[in-house]
């Protein structure tokens, strides 16, 4: 069975600073690995997806990610943070392209102070 | 396209009143699914779905039943409510296999926010 652990379930950074959350599986299958992010009272919005070509996955809203298999991890990173990021983030793994279900971290609430 | 719709926004039961979740999607997407969602617990899959007729559990399926009867439709039910299904239900959509390479991408609906006093 997989399973994702988010190290911290809030973060917090200052406007234009680097931001990381972190993001590791576990997977007895090479995995696909999704990032998505909640704004208040809404659903669940693709950030970017890994399913095996690059390794540095590029998503929306500058963010992007890398899958190091060596690591298990696949941390969400935005070089400047803007005061619209701020929402809860959410990891998810499958590992046969989310046909039955994801399975989702925690999530992680990104605070961005002005 | 509306995407994903779900009905209603917001409930109220009280213990051991049934209900139905309504979820819709005009994408024409093969897969379905019902999550819930927990303050600090992410979301947990509670039944999916592969096409029109075929339904199999999740994680979480104790005290729900689901249906899908057509392409569009994956109504979630509680048949007995309890304070243990207070929660906020998403439920999501994918293209399956027939939609290439972003077949596994998941469309969420807004959710449905459920109380049960």
């Known amino acids: 069975a997989q399973s994702v652990t988010q190290l911290g379930s809030h973060v917090s950074v200052s406007e234009g600073a680097l931001v990381l959350l972190r993001c590791n599986y576990s997977?007895?299958?090479?995995?696909?690995l999704f990032w998505y992010v909640q704004y208040p009272n809404q659903g669940l919005q693709l950030l970017l997806k890994?399913?095996?070509?690059?390794?540095l996955v590029k998503g929306i809203n500058g963010f992007e990610a890398e899958f190091k298999k060596s690591e298990t991890s696949f941390h969400l990173t935005k070089p400047s943070a803007h005061m619209s990021d701020a929402a809860e983030y959410f990891c998810?793994?499958?590992?046969?392209?989310?046909?039955?279900?994801?399975?989702f971290g925690k999530g992680t609430h990104l605070i961005i102070q002005p | 396209n509306a995407g994903v719709t779900q009905t209603p926004k917001f409930r109220i039961l009280k213990i051991g009143q049934s209900m139905t979740l309504q979820c819709t999607q005009d994408?024409?997407?093969?897969?379905m699914y019902w999550y819930r969602q927990d303050p600090g617990m992410g979301l947990k899959l509670i039944y999916y779905s592969v096409g029109a007729g075929i339904t199999d559990k999740g994680e979480v399926p104790n005290g729900y039943n689901v249906s899908r009867s057509t392409t569009e439709d994956f109504p979630l039910r509680l048949e007995l409510a309890a304070p243990s299904q207070t929660s906020v239900y998403f439920c999501a959509s994918s293209p399956g296999t027939s939609g290439g390479a972003s077949y596994n991408e998941q469309f969420f609906g807004p959710g449905t926010r459920l109380t049960v006093l």
């Open positions: 997977s007895s299958v090479p995995p696909y």
């Open positions: 890994y399913t095996s070509a690059a390794t």
């Open positions: 994408m024409n997407h093969n897969y």
């Open positions: 998810a793994v499958s590992d046969r392209g989310g046909a039955d279900g994801l399975t």
